[in-house]
């Protein structure tokens, strides 16, 4: 007689899901075959063990989104409540260029309000039919999860983003030094201060080449520094979550940068006008404002990251 084959129970289902995963580089066959598929290690929210669960997940950004379907179940996934209770937690996910193909972080989980939760889920219910399913057999509300990567969890890498920050502030001084020349018209054509340059090309009644140059350089200068607040952005949340304390000084630093914008959009109104002179007090506003942002950000965030705080280095000597 044929011999009955019997089904894995859960815990020993996952082990297999599991191993798989780790040996193969994020690769599993089975039901998950061509899913996408993340390890999830929450904490116990009783036992404080560390668990790791197989889990679906959708890409929206730099976050991952993990449902709590628990196969259409009417009960929430243990992972669940473990997030809940310790909400950080580790993610693998495959990798083609880490070691193994599988690479592993700390993350953030956070819950999606109601509004948020229903538009993504329907999303993932597009994607793949079996969620639809999950939700029609249960009358619970599937849980929605959001993983944020946080880089700031390993001291190695908590330096590495002092370190940078350093640097893009350094670069953005030595740009704003540039502009300013410019705005004096005694840049050179790189828009480093030149000296030489002739005291006739001062603002007020610069002649074209030298107001190109000025909108040039001002325009170019708007571009990076968005650029660098927009990066700033991204990363401060994941700062606050690692380091509660800096919290006030994240909605500080946060209204500096609405702020910083509103200026920079005035900035390049004024850089179009038919004279120069116009964006000098403008631009002199700004290197003020940037002094201030940049030191309280250093003095604020670099002891976190393990970096020290340098003496204040100011954009321009004085007026």
Known sequence: MPTEQQTPSPAEFNRQVIEEFRANGGRVGGMFAGAPLVLLTTTGARSGTRRTNPVVYLRDGARLL????????????????NLLAHPR???????????????????????????ERDRMYAVQAGLDPAFAAYERGTDRTIPVVALHPNPFADPQRRRAAGEQLLRAHDELRRELAGVLAAEDGTA?????PDPARAPEHAPEHAPAPVLRD??????????SLEDHHRAEDGALGAMARQFPDLAPAVTRIREEHRAVTAMLERVRELAAAPRAAPVRAELRALAARLDAHFAYEERELLPALGVPAPPTRPVTPGP
């Open 188 to 192: 050179a054509a790189d828009g480093t």
């Open 66 to 81: 993990v449902f709590g379907s628990n196969g259409g179940a009417d009960r929430h996934p243990a992972w669940y409540h």
């Open 89 to 115: 937690v580790t993610v693998e996910i495959r990798d083609a260029d880490a070691p193994e193909g599988i690479a592993a972080y700390e993350a953030d989980a956070a819950p999606l309000p109601a509004a």
């Open 214 to 223: 000025l909108r040039r350089h001002c325009l170019a200068y708007c571009t």
